[in-house]
Structures are given as C-alpha cells and as structure tokens.
C-alpha cells in the first residue's frame, strides 16, 4: 500500500494542501478531499464525461488524470465557473435558460465542456457543437437542448 504524501493542488484559485497517495485520481481528490463534489464520477473509465474539469484551461477527463499530475497547474471546476459576486457564467446562464438538464447529474462536465468547445472554437454550426461536445453522455436525452444552450452561449461570447 502506498503511503499519503503531501500534494499541493490550485483549484477554482485557491491552494489546497492535501495528503494522498499517488494512485488517487484527481476526480477522487476533488469529490473526497478537497470536498467539490460538483465534478461527477459516471464511469471512471473515460467514457462519459461526467467528471469533465479544466486544467490550465484545457478540458481534461478527471477521472483519467492523477491528482499528482496537476500539481503546479490551474484547476477549474464547475464551483469556479460562476463569478466571485455569485453571477453565473454565460454558460451555466444558457444551460438554465435552454432547459439543457434534467437530473443534472452529467451538467457540471457538460458545461465545463462547452467553456472549452467555445473557447477551442469548435462551436461554430450546430453539427460542429455535437461533434465536440459527444465526449458527454447524457442519459436523459438533453442533447437539442444541450446544443442550443451551446449555440446561444458562443454567441453570447461573440
Ligand atoms: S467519470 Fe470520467 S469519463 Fe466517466
Ligand atoms: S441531465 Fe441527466 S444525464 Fe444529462
């Protein structure tokens, strides 16, 4: 069994000091340690992300990543999205409006998706936005409205 060392992670712009052993993902040091339970576990395999968060700005599957692998670098998660006053990111503002979610259990990796797609430049047509937003699986079928809270966001940020 290994042993817990230290390990120092910047997430949402604040420095957490937390001990884990190296084999702990970096989904499980935010959902279990550092207490962010808005990043979501579907799979833990890569295959839906649910567990989407930003490192350096990059979308990154945090179930994939190590915890150990992101020290030294900025970590986002949906808790960080929303503006220090409380007010939502445009994105989180179009999920809302477009009714993209039902349970809401694959929105928190949805929507740290779409920041990025936006932000990549892959939501340019609504084809486009379907094809870089298909690493999210939904299970309750709000991909239309998915799209359309994409599109009206990228336009937002146009
Ligand atoms: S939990 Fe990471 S991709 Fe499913
Ligand atoms: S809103 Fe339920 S899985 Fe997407």
């Known amino acids: 069994m290994a042993h817990p060392r230290p390990v120092e992670l910047q997430i949402n712009g604040e420095a957490f000091a937390l001990r884990l052993e190296p084999r702990v993902t970096l989904l ?13 576990k579907g799979c833990d395999q890569g295959q839906c992300g ?3 968060v930003h490192v350096d ?4 599957l945090a179930c994939l990543t190590l915890a150990v692998q992101v020290e030294g670098r ?7 999205l ?7 990111d445009r994105v989180q503002r179009a999920f809302i409006e477009e009714d993209a979610f039902q349970c809401g259990y694959c929105t928190p990796g ?21 094809e870089f937003m298909a690493g999210n699986l939904c299970r309750c079928g709000a991909y239309p ?10 336009e937002e940020a146009a």
């Open 110 to 130: 949805q929507i740290m998706s779409a920041v990025a797609c936006i932000r990549e430049g892959h939501a340019g047509s609504d084809d486009e936005i379907r």
């Open 145 to 154: 409205n998915i799209v359309a809270a994409v599109r009206r966001a990228a």
């Open 57 to 60: 700005g990059e979308r990154v």
């Open 74 to 80: 900025e970590v986002t998660t949906i808790e960080g």
């Open 82 to 88: 929303a503006a220090a006053d409380g007010t939502l």
């Open 50 to 52: 649910a567990c989407t």
């Open 28 to 40: 499980d040091a935010l959902r279990e340690h550092a207490g962010l339970t808005g990043t979501k």
